[in-house]
């Protein structure tokens, strides 16, 4: 399985916005610290802002903050939020068809994997991710 760059993007933003604390972030410091795109950060931003992740505050000396503390970010239900279809292949996917559908196992068992790869993520927060939170700072270049 592949995430899409948004569920990447997302995780990135809540990994950094995270590591910050209380302090807000910008979408420019974000997208410079990781060297992605800001147009696609500013989708993310709002899609997790309406998913309730961030708290977003506009205007001039405005940026956004981790809304949830850290451990009630589960990284399974972000996952599941982010990616656009979970169907690993085309007839997992809504409307997809396939003329072997009837008679092939290939469906079943992809669908056991991806129960079994959402059930790890499932047991990850974002508290998680951030651990290393000494170490993040120092790669993000947040530390004096």
Not at 21 to 42: C, F, K, P, Q, V
Not at 58 to 86: A, F, H, Q, S, Y
Not at 101 to 107: G, K, T
């Amino acid at each position: 399985m592949r995430l899409t760059s948004f569920t990447d993007y997302s995780l990135r933003v809540l990994m950094y916005v995270g590591t910050k604390g209380d302090e807000l972030s910008t979408i420019d410091e974000i997208a410079e610290a990781y060297a992605i795109s800001r147009n696609h950060l500013m989708k993310v931003v709002y899609r997790l802002g309406k998913l309730g992740y961030l708290e977003t505050i506009r205007g001039k000396t405005g940026g956004m903050r981790l809304l949830p503390v850290p451990g009630d970010i589960n990284i399974g239900r972000l996952v599941r939020e982010t990616e656009e279809t979970l169907g690993l292949v085309e007839c997992m996917q809504e409307g997809g068809d396939c003329c072997i559908q009837p008679a092939c196992s290939l469906q079943g068992i992809l669908n056991e994997s991806l129960n079994a790869f959402l059930a790890v993520l499932d047991k990850y927060t974002l508290a998680d991710l951030l651990k290393p939170r000494q170490r993040l700072k120092k790669l993000l270049k947040l530390t004096a």
